[in-house]
């Protein structure tokens, strides 16, 4: 009996708006804004600036009429899946759902329209969000301070090892190496590199775990930090984390917590108190703010009193005793790591972040990881079986499957995430962690219902007997999107990277 | 549900998690709130903030008030695109994907360079983003950032290069408030000269030169850019010289949102195209021939490359460079160039008013685009007060930036200032005080 996705999973019946690129619809004259009548007298740009400074054309901008740029994105959306419309399992992205009320919020003219370098005294709305929002998450996170302008968590991270480096560097160390696990996120030894770090990995256990005796051989003099992500991006809560970190800190080192899986510890342990000297959070997957098909994200890093003096400037604080009440922009930090980001980080973000967290409370972000924790394993126990499962134990917000149940039908992990997308899913994440070969790495998050894993496990397991009974259509897949798979090679070996009149382009 | 998983109680999940690590406690926060009560809050503390609503806004300075029409936010608002993430998956994320496209063609010809990346966080990352990118494509280790950069981006490219084998030189501005020439600080060792056009001032900088004695030495030339609507009147930087174009595009149809997220660019010579840090677009054919698109060249990024890569950006400005092209789309090349000109009309109004105004003077009297250095009779903090009074932002007090000025402001005049509000600012800062 075919289970096809007619049966199984969303159903999706398929749309097929086609639309050119938008410079193919341009048509000279046509136009979409109108200014205000000028009410200063006109002016030559070529007598006020020169004609060798000004430009004769501006290449490469459409004509195009405002119906034409309304039809042309709406219809560009309806080829994107997306959380609102249905389960986005990606692992280690946490793709929650993400509440209308923190659009809405960010949106009010109070917000969107203050200008950074406005005076503290026409800030102080927004400054006090900020600094209650460092409050929140240093509670959160057992830490003792809070910078939010890293503009992403690659860039907390960048900022937690320069943190690092200025501490070492302060008390006249000279320290080179930092100690990364084999199933870390890319962006911990890309981070490290990028400031200067030798990178060592460590190899996990048999069982998916760091071990300490692993942590204490490759501990030395010139190690600076390690970098770790707890729960771990096999789903496992780091159980040695407390030892671990303890034979970092006697070597002299500190340790730096990647916080992409915070969702599964909210409210249930934090990492401050296991130890974590310096972390970031990822506003858009524990709080909520959305993923903006690829940003913006914000990335706040948290550090323990004695990173403190290091943090980014500027830092939002509170006036208190003879300073008056009120908040300000502080610089006021002579050790400071200095500036991240042109202002004060992505504090659009920040706004429904907060929003996120006042909506909640401490119980409501409790439950966002317990049943994050429930749906996960949840999940893993309807696959197991039919799925190769390469780390037994309990999984936190996470679990990792692989493809290896599935040798001989010639069916890979690609091809059961291609054959997902006929049934209505957007994909898990694969091949990653690299530790598993074939990785199929899904998270639920607390957003879905029990009908609705239900609905993906069944989609899951449709593929599997697929892949036994009908390999070539799996491999096929997918069939019912307006594209069929790729040609990855084809644009990595001849790259275009922009619309030319004349260009390889064609009209589809 | 947690038969199935084989637990009795929920707090069982947890139990790989030892015991003493537990939070025994509940999290010491507020009371959660209601949609209404939120907002009541929300809008207490908005209303605490000056906006272009509330205050005429004549503050730049990296940051643009501009009108955005409704539609930007109208499109860049629908679900697909904001609850979608990186496009990993190119056979259901069509949408953002073209989009990229259209974002990495629009600034390419905005630029006059051959290649774009998809975005990073802001113009100063997106600087030091371009540094780094010359300090691996020259091989060499000395930067120079020449005079007219802005102050945060000149602390964010620190930032960036500490703990690297990099050297930064900063260079100031002569009395015109354009760099100090470049050449004799140019030799075989310098990665590349950083030149922000418009200068931080405003000035307009002359980049013809710092081209050729940059291309003389072997370095490569950066032009980096705040104001991006100048580059709809300002010669392409590509067609001068520049080989790495970096900077901020928030005046692209993107809120100020007290500084963030806005939308760093970086455009670049097809050749250093395996060097670009970020993600890339390209274009493709599915398995049945039809035209697509997908990310590519990924081996230069760090989900691949690890250690290796060209930078560690995962997460970048997807939305915001949505928003900008749906903008750029909406104007067209006429709106684009109509819109530049009108805020050089409105700064050449003002400057030409000021001029004539006692008590006040322009700090440079070349070229600018839409923003200028005004030297005041009385101390700017004085003058931002009264605006703010007055429902004016009057402009930044350059003292902890250009001290060597004197009392002076910096004057920013976008499509939002009124000839009469600019008449309003000109009464503030001269002595002719209504």
């Known amino acids: ?508 | 549900m947690l038969a199935a998983v084989g637990v009795e109680e929920i707090e069982h999940l947890f139990d790989s998690i030892p015991a003493d690590a537990r939070l025994s406690r509940p999290l010491d926060l507020p009371r959660p709130l209601s949609e209404q009560e939120l907002f009541a809050r929300l809008r207490e503390l908005a209303a605490r903030n000056a906006t272009p609503e509330s205050h005429t806004c004549f503050l730049g300075a990296g940051a643009y008030a501009h009108f955005v029409p409704s539609v930007v936010s109208a499109l860049a608002s629908r679900a697909e695109f904001l609850t979608s993430y990186t496009p990993y998956q190119p056979e259901i994320s069509q949408g953002t994907l073209q989009a990229i496209f259209e974002w990495q063609t629009m600034i390419c010809g905005i630029t006059g360079l051959e290649v774009s990346n998809a975005s990073l966080y802001d113009g100063a990352s997106a600087t030091a983003e371009a540094v780094l990118m010359a300090i691996r494509l020259t091989r060499r280790h000395r930067v120079l950032l020449a005079g007219g950069l802005h102050p945060h981006w000149r602390d964010v490219v620190r930032t960036y290069l500490q703990g690297l084998d990099a050297e930064v030189v900063e260079l100031g501005v002569g009395t015109d408030g354009r760099s100090e020439p470049v050449d004799s600080h140019l030799d075989g060792e310098v990665a590349c000269v950083v030149v922000q056009q418009p200068a931080f001032l405003g000035p307009v900088q002359d980049l013809a030169p710092v081209a050729a004695a940059a291309r003389e030495h072997g370095a490569l030339l950066v032009v980096a850019v705040a104001e991006a609507l100048s580059l709809g009147l300002l010669r392409a930087p590509g067609e001068l010289g520049a080989d790495i174009v970096c900077g901020e595009a928030q005046s692209f149809g993107i809120p100020l949102s007290f500084g963030g997220p806005h939308l760093g660019f970086l455009a670049a010579r097809r050749r250093f195209v395996r060097q670009l840090p970020g993600r890339l677009v390209g274009e493709t054919v599915d398995a049945r021939g039809r035209r697509g698109y997908v990310l590519t060249l990924s081996t230069r990024e760090q989900h691949i490359r690890r250690e290796r890569a060209t930078s560690n950006i995962c997460t970048n400005q997807g939305l915001c460079l949505l928003m900008a092209t749906i903008y750029l789309s909406l104007l067209g090349p006429h709106g684009l160039r109509t819109l530049a000109r009108d805020n050089l009309a409105r700064a050449h109004y003002a400057r030409t008013r000021i001029a004539a105004t006692p008590g006040v003077e322009l700090v440079h009297p070349g070229p600018v685009f839409n923003e200028f250095a005004v030297r005041t009779d009385r101390p700017p903090a004085e003058i931002l007060e009264e605006g703010a009074s007055r429902g004016l932002l009057a402009g930044l007090d350059l003292e902890p930036h250009a001290p060597e000025l004197g009392p002076a402001l910096l004057v920013c005049t976008t499509e939002l200032a009124s000839r009469k509000e600019i008449d309003r600012l000109v009464n503030l800062l001269g002595k002719n005080r209504p």
Request: charged fraction near 20%; glycine fraction near 10%.
């Open chain 1, 1 to 508: 009996m075919s289970r096809g996705p007619e049966k199984v999973g969303n159903t999706t019946r398929g749309i097929a708006y086609e639309e050119p690129l938008l410079f193919e619809r341009s048509r000279p004259g046509r136009r979409g804004f109108a200014l205000p009548p000028l009410d200063v007298p006109e002016v030559e740009p070529e007598a006020l600036l020169g004609a060798e400074a000004c430009r004769e054309t501006i290449p490469d901008l459409p004509e195009v009429s405002e119906v034409d740029v309304v039809r042309h994105f709406t219809r560009l959306s309806t080829w994107n899946a997306a959380v609102d419309l249905g389960l986005y399992p990606l692992g280690s992205c946490t793709m929650k759902y993400n509440p209308r009320q923190n659009e809405a919020a960010a949106a009010l003219p109070g917000f969107a329209g203050a200008h950074p370098l406005a005076p503290a005294s026409l800030s102080q709305g927004i400054l006090q969000l900020m600094a209650e929002l460092e409050r929140h998450l240093a509670e959160i996170s057992g830490l003792d301070r809070v910078s939010l302008q890293p503009a992403a968590g690659a860039q907390g991270e960048l900022a937690g090892i320069m943190m690092i480096r200025a501490y070492h560097r302060h008390r006249g160390e000279s320290r080179d190496r930092v100690l990364i696990p084999d199933s870390a996120h890319g962006t911990n030894p890309a981070s490290a590199a990028l400031n200067g770090y030798r990178v060592q990995t460590l190899e996990s256990g048999p069982d998916g775990l760091l071990h300490p005796e692993t942590v204490a051989a490759a501990m030395g003099p010139d190690v600076a930090a390690l970098m770790i992500t707890n729960p771990n991006t096999l789903g496992l809560f780091e159980t040695h984390i407390e030892p671990i970190c303890e034979i970092v800190h006697t070597g002299g080192g500190l340790v730096y917590g990647d916080g992409a899986n915070l969702n599964a510890l909210l409210g249930i342990a934090r990492p401050g108190d296991l130890g974590i000297d310096v972390m970031h959070f990822n506003l858009h997957k524990t709080f909520s703010t959305p993923h903006g098909g690829g940003g913006p994200g914000a990335g706040p890093v948290g550090v323990k009193n004695i990173l403190a003096p290091y943090l980014p400037v500027p830092v939002v604080r509170e006036l208190a005793g003879d300073e008056g009440e009120g908040f300000v922009l502080d610089y006021d930090f002579p050790h400071s790591i200095g500036r991240l980001h042109a202002h004060h980080g992505n504090v659009g973000m920040m706004i429904r972040a907060w929003a996120y967290i006042r909506s909640l409370g401490a119980e409501g972000l409790r439950r966002c990881a317990e049943m994050a924790v429930l749906n996960a394993n949840y999940l893993l126990s309807r696959l197991r079986g039919t799925y190769h499962v390469p780390y037994e134990g309990r999984v936190m917000h996470e679990c990792v499957l692989s493809d290896r149940l599935l040798q001989g039908t010639g069916v890979t992990t690609l091809d059961v995430a291609k054959r997902l997308i006929d049934y209505g899913y957007h994909p898990p994440t694969i091949y990653f962690p690299l530790v598993v070969q074939g990785a199929i790495m899904i998270e639920p998050t607390e957003s879905e219902s029990l009908e609705g894993l239900d609905r993906f496990a069944e989609a899951m397991l449709a593929v599997a007997e697929e892949a036994r009974t009908d390999p070539e259509r799996v491999r096929a897949a997918p069939t019912r999107t307006r594209l069929a798979r790729l040609d990855e090679t084809r644009a990595a070996r001849r790259p275009v990277l922009r619309w030319q009149p004349a260009g390889p382009s064609k009209r589809p």
